[in-house]
């Protein structure tokens, strides 16, 4: 057991920064495999709030990211969701990140390693203050396809000359802090953010490259959605194949299909002008997975004899989170434990909600005023 000066016990923790928009595979087999080629003790992944080579493209909030994080991680004691770039303010810089390790005291018995990509790292020498890099923290190098091990080792070598660069083959490094530039072979995977998001653009299947949660949490808020984003007064664009007078008539319509089959707690968020998937999303709940499905199966049947179809269903197999896509009304029927756990309202909270009134539905503010 490693122990600082003190006698406190010294963890080796990765730090595995980067936008993680979304988090993939690739991630996180990378960090299970330099957590156990390098005796970790943990590997935190760390989106960055504002990430410098991303600034003007623009990514998902950095809230967003950091759930997917966690849901990607969720149960597992080696591998974490680190929100402490949260607490640094601007541009995520990883010298200022290591610094802040460095100096917050509630960390100092962490020995940093930090990890990157290939790709990343032959671009280091543009980053802020790169040479203090392996001064601050152990550098880990992984491997991404297409860059040969030999582009990591030129680069590291006109990079910091002064460092020797150990470039793991089968060995295991223990307890050996003195090895600042190391190079963690990890099994090519050639997934990246950018090619989930553009499956996503092109409605394909993303499946096996996120996890199953990360997944449905994209297809729950819309995440990488081309932008046929909607005006806050109309309707959506006449896409939609449903031939129902109104997106809010349709609302409604489903709404009375939820009470009839005894679903509870509905809330209905008004998402116009600010979700590119719908107009309205409906959430709502039953008191068992069966009550869930049953509830899914009855309103496609009694609302398609109105004219209203259910474009998709997905979900229904395990009756826990059934998302129906009626077009221009997402609906999510929710077994009540899992319901709570996602928190879909505390995630859109700044939706105005409706309510029903007289048998219309109307924006709950609307209401108030008139009172
Ligand atoms: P984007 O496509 O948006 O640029 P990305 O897939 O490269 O995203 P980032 O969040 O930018 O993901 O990467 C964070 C870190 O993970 C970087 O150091 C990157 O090199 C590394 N990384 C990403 N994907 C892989 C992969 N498939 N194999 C190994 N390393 C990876």
Same mark, same amino acid.
């Given at each position: 057991?490693?122990?600082?000066?003190?006698?406190?016990?010294?963890?080796?923790?990765?730090?595995?920064?980067?936008?993680?928009?979304?988090?993939?595979?690739?991630?996180?087999?990378?960090?299970?495999?330099?957590?156990?080629?390098?005796?970790?003790?943990?590997?935190?992944?760390?989106p960055a709030p504002m990430p410098p080579h991303k600034l003007s493209a623009g990514c998902t909030s950095f809230?967003?990211?950091?759930?997917?994080?966690?849901?990607?991680t969720e149960g597992?004691?080696?591998l974490k969701a680190s929100n402490l770039e949260q607490f640094r303010k601007g541009i995520s810089y990883s010298v200022d990140l290591l610094r802040f390790i460095r100096e917050n005291q509630k960390l100092k018995h962490i020995v940093p390693f930090f990890i990157v990509g290939a790709d990343a790292f032959l671009e280091i020498d543009t980053w802020k203050e790169f040479r203090e890099i392996p001064r601050l923290s152990n550098l880990v190098v992984i491997t991404r396809p297409p860059f040969k091990r030999s582009d990591i080792i030129e680069k590291a070598s006109t990079v910091f000359p002064e460092y020797q660069i150990t470039s793991l083959e089968n060995e295991k490094v223990n307890g050996d802090f003195n090895k600042r530039?190391?190079?963690v072979p990890v099994t090519?995977?050639?997934?990246?953010?950018?090619?989930?998001?553009?499956?996503?653009? %092109?409605? @394909? =299947?993303?499946?096996?490259?996120?996890?199953? &949660?990360v997944q449905e949490y994209i297809m729950a808020n819309g995440l990488y959605v081309l932008d046929k984003r909607r005006n806050v007064t109309g309707n959506s664009p006449k896409d939609s194949d449903n031939p129902a007078a109104s997106s809010i008539e349709m609302a409604r319509e489903i709404y009375n299909a939820i009470l009839d089959n005894k679903g509870e707690e509905i809330v209905v968020l008004d998402m116009r002008g600010t979700s590119p998937l719908a107009d309205f999303f409906i959430i709502a709940q039953g008191r068992s997975t069966r009550h869930v499905q049953g509830m899914a199966n009855r309103m496609r049947r009694d609302l398609s004899k109105k004219k209203i %179809?259910? @474009? =998709?269903?997905?979900?229904?197999?395990?009756? &826990?989170?059934?998302?129906?896509d009626f077009d221009d009304v997402v609906v999510h029927l929710f077994y009540e434990p899992v319901r709570s756990f996602y928190d879909l309202e505390g995630l859109w909270i700044e939706a105005p909600r409706m309510i029903m009134m007289g048998g219309a539905l109307v924006r709950e503010e609307d209401h108030e005023k008139q009172d």
């Open positions: 057991m490693e122990t600082d000066r003190s006698g406190h016990r010294l963890k080796k923790i990765g730090l595995f920064g980067g936008t993680l928009d979304p988090i993939h595979i690739g991630h996180l087999r990378a960090a299970e495999e330099v957590y156990e080629r390098l005796g970790l003790h943990q590997v935190w992944f760390l809230e967003k990211r950091l759930k997917m994080v966690e849901l990607a597992l004691s080696h530039l190391l190079i090519p995977l050639g997934i990246s953010s950018t090619k989930i998001r553009d499956l996503v653009k %092109k409605n @394909k =299947s993303i499946r096996f490259l996120v996890t199953k &949660k %179809k259910c @474009k =998709s269903v997905e979900g229904e197999e395990e009756g &826990k989170w059934i998302l129906m």
